[in-house]
């Protein structure tokens, strides 16, 4: 029990000090932080750095819960280029070989997600949608 109270402190710890440290103004050629002495806070002005642990992180909870979508695409992708039939068969079997490396992948991002580099996702695209989209309209238009 009191392991585990531990364990989470320290994550809140690390967040506390890791993310408001990546939030800059818009204007990031200045390299200014957030302007607080107002005491009012526009979120229009507040924008996150893309290479950060947070996006490290969400990046891999976003793999390992959407690998899934592999699945469709490959069919939709042989079914395209060969025929229905080999895209139930082989297709099927692409997409779960794909499926795998996604997850792993997005176990990968989520366990190191601490350390950098935090701008490399393991695969590309970065996230399932974005092949499964082009993917199944080539498919169907």
Known sequence: MKKSVLIINIMLLFFVCTVPGYCYDLERESGNFLDFSSGEIDRDDISCDDDTPVEKLERGVINMTTFWMEIPAEVAKVSKEQDPAAGLTSGLVNGVAISLVRVISGIYDTVTFPFSPY???????EYPWSAADEKIKAWLW
């Open 119 to 125: 701008d490399k996702p393991v695969m590309r695209p």
